[in-house]
């Protein structure tokens, strides 16, 4: 099971950090998943959009800690409905593409890097420094590397198919499992 190619990504930056993030766990092709969603508003409506999506590298405690060290002040909330609801979204093939709301907390530059990366297409990449160019920023690679490096929601917004020009392979979650996806998306 692994992540509809056909989705679309409505990024909406948050103003504060969320309340609330329910999370729950979803085994993959790739490996376990830590999945967290918040409310936010949308057309006068509360949804759940994904906030947080971080690859399982020890265990579920592990990652979990890991989560409450990032997101400190913020209530986490164990939700295993929120979770198989976004879960069907991520994951069951449907007529018509999806969309996905993602709730982002960051700077303007880390913002504009993110919304780059959400308009990547599988099986391709981009270096650094092109990915300065386009978020108009050229002279601030090591900025650009860094919002790379914060991402908190992997794969939809697609930090891993940003390569080093020396070759490289450096990705939060491992080497190999960036080798892997982007073999994956390559024969896709």
Known sequence: MWILNN???HLT???????QIKYGF???????????TTSIQKRGKLIDAICVLYFVQMDDKSSLEQLHRRWPKVKLVA?????EVMRNILFE????A???NIALKGTDLQLAVWAELSKMEAGTTCTYSELAELVDRPKAVRAVASAVAKNEVSILIP?????????????GWGAAL??????YEANI
């Not at 930090?159 to 990705?171: D, M, P």
């Not at 960036?178 to 073999?183: A, E, G, P, Q």
């Open 26 to 36: 979803i085994d993959s092709k790739f490996g376990r998943i830590l999945l967290g």
């Open 98 to 100: 999806p969309v996905v």
């Open 159 to 171: 930090c891993h198919r940003v390569v080093s020009k020396s070759g490289a392979v450096k990705y």
């Open 13 to 19: 930056p948050l103003q504060e950090l969320p309340k």
């Open 93 to 96: 093939e449907k007529e018509n």
């Open 79 to 83: 939700d295993a409905n929120a979770i």
């Open 178 to 183: 960036k080798s892997s996806l982007l073999c």
């Open 7 to 9: 989705l679309k990504a």
